[in-house]
T-cell receptor
Framework: NAGVTQTPKFQVLKTGQSMTLQCAQD?????MSWYRQDPGMGLRLIHY???????DQGEVPNGYNVSRSTTEDFPLRLLSAAPSQTSVYFC?????????????FGEGSRLTVL | GQQVMQIPQYQHVQEGEDFTTYCNSS?????IQWYKQRPGGHPVFLIQ?????EVKKQKRLTFQFGEAKKNSSLHITATQTTDVGTYFC??????????????FGKGTLLTVNP
């Protein structure tokens, strides 16, 4: 089973460039979310979605956009990358709402912004 | 707002020693989850605790949820090198309507000296 698939695994950007981190899940989960992980900061929620067409902000949404046109896909867009967005990004999905059941994480996307 | 605090931040043990990490919330939690992240890997769900005073065991791991549902602990008996990684607790934060956001502690990094 594929589970949650993230691409790319590694990316280097220059300040001001844009890019999209892709996330797809094949478990028919309604709930999907994006987290960023920085040293000593744990996992911080960027955006989440409770179903196709419905998204909401997490703790650290600034500088990121999301959309959810299908149940399977939840891309994360950086419109103008900044060095502060250097991080490891994890996409996660769950059958239940956040906190009500297991979160399944992708393998992560390591982003460096120069 | 709700915060989930986790201590210690780091713990180094000799193989065979016990290990405990503690999680404290500023507000009452409906439930709490624990995840493990191996170095270079992604978080993997371990368990969810729901009931006040609940204790669950998974082989050498013992999870507890406090009576007031504001704190939790993970205890590992006789650590092994395979236990190395960062252990996170996470609790749901109400996000309005029927939405909840899973808030993670900063994690405890466990290293084991063989």
């Amino acid at each position: 089973n594929a589970g949650v698939t993230q691409t790319p695994k590694f990316q280097v950007l220059k300040t001001g460039q844009s890019m999209t981190l892709q996330c797809a899940q094949d478990m028919n989960h309604e709930y999907m979310s994006w987290y960023r992980q920085d040293p000593g900061m744990g996992l911080r929620l960027i955006h989440y979605s409770v179903g196709a067409g419905i998204t909401d902000q997490g703790e650290v949404p600034n500088g990121y956009n999301v959309s959810r046109s299908t149940t399977e896909d939840f891309p994360l867009r950086l419109l103008s990358a900044a060095p502060s967005q250097t991080s490891v990004y994890f996409c996660a999905s769950s059958f239940n709402r956040q906190g009500a059941g297991e979160l399944f994480f992708g393998e992560g996307s390591r982003l460096t912004v120069l | 707002g709700q915060q989930v605090m986790q201590i210690p931040q780091y713990q180094h043990v000799q193989e065979g020693e016990d290990f405990t990490t503690y999680c404290n919330s500023s507000t009452t939690l409906s439930n709490i989850q624990w995840y493990k992240q191996r170095p270079g890997g992604h978080p993997v769900f371990l368990i969810q605790l729901v009931k006040s005073g609940e204790v669950k065991k998974q082989k050498r791991l013992t999870f507890q949820f406090g009576e007031a549902k504001k704190n939790s602990s993970l205890h590992i008996t006789a650590t092994q090198t395979t236990d190395v990684g960062t252990y996170f607790c996470a609790g749901p934060k109400y996000g309005g309507g029927s939405n909840y956001k899973l808030t993670f502690g900063k994690g405890t990094l466990l290293t084991v000296n063989p």
